[in-house]
């Protein structure tokens, strides 16, 4: 079975810390995802990041960046939180080809204050 | 663009069938996920439909219409562990597995 693991399973921060999320998986994944989710706008995609030391913007990047310096990790940074960053983070991973399902971790749910 | 259209609720009984339905539209179509999601835990992935028709797996089938933009998600037997979120979503490109997802429907299902 996958496993992602989500190194948080809830974070409070304050407004202007820079934050780390980290995600790391365990079956040799290529491909890794950062999503937020909340409530009525469902999951959105973040980042992601096909190969090592590659990643790409989403459809809501700002004010996050990422980091995959080995394959099996994909870290999530947001240099200054702010409140409007309060949400339920989701990392998944999949094997890569279209068809190929996203396996999720169990969330981080990041409070800033 | 990509757009995903899901009802926000539905409620069922025990024992009934219930059938949750996702409209989308997209410039090229390369398959349709079905997760579900429970309330505070990880969406797990239910199915993956890429041809017309009606794909059953146990008490679940998903079905495809490629050329309405219609997809539908059926439930049989409905138990009350099924009470989650569905959420439906599209590839966003070809041979990639870059997700877009919709709001998801909650399901509830009472006694």
């Known amino acids: 079975d996958v496993k992602v693991t989500q190194s948080s399973r809830y974070l409070v921060k304050r407004t202007g810390e820079k934050v780390f999320l980290e995600c790391v998986q365990d079956?040799?994944?290529?491909?890794m995802f950062w999503y937020r989710q909340d409530p009525g706008l469902g999951l959105r995609l973040i980042y992601f990041s096909y190969d090592v030391k590659m990643k790409e913007k989403g459809d809501i990047p700002e004010g996050y960046s990422v980091s995959r310096e080995k394959k099996e990790r994909f870290s999530l940074i947001l240099e200054s939180a702010s409140t409007n960053q309060t949400s339920m983070y989701l990392c998944?991973?999949?094997?890569?080809?279209?068809?190929?399902?996203?396996?999720f971790g169990n969330g981080t749910r990041l409070t800033v204050t | 663009g990509q757009n995903i259209d899901q009802p926000t609720e539905m409620t069922a009984t025990e024992g009934a069938i219930v059938q949750i339905n996702c409209t989308y539209q997209?410039?090229?179509?390369?398959?349709l996920f079905w997760y579900q999601q429970h309330a505070g835990e990880a969406p797990t992935f239910l199915s993956y439909n890429v041809l017309d028709g009606l794909e059953e797996k146990g008490r679940f089938s998903s079905f495809l219409s490629r050329s309405k933009g219609y997809s539908y998600l059926l439930l049989k037997e409905l138990q009350m562990k099924d009470s989650a979120s569905y959420l439906c979503?599209?590839?966003?490109?070809?041979?990639?597995?870059?997700?877009?997802f919709g709001k998801g429907t909650m399901l509830l299902v009472s006694p």
């Open positions: 997209t410039s090229g179509f390369n398959g």
């Open positions: 998944a991973s999949s094997s890569g080809t279209g068809g190929s399902p996203l396996h």
């Open positions: 079956m040799d994944h290529e491909n």
């Open positions: 979503a599209l590839p966003k490109k070809r041979g990639y597995s870059t997700l877009t």
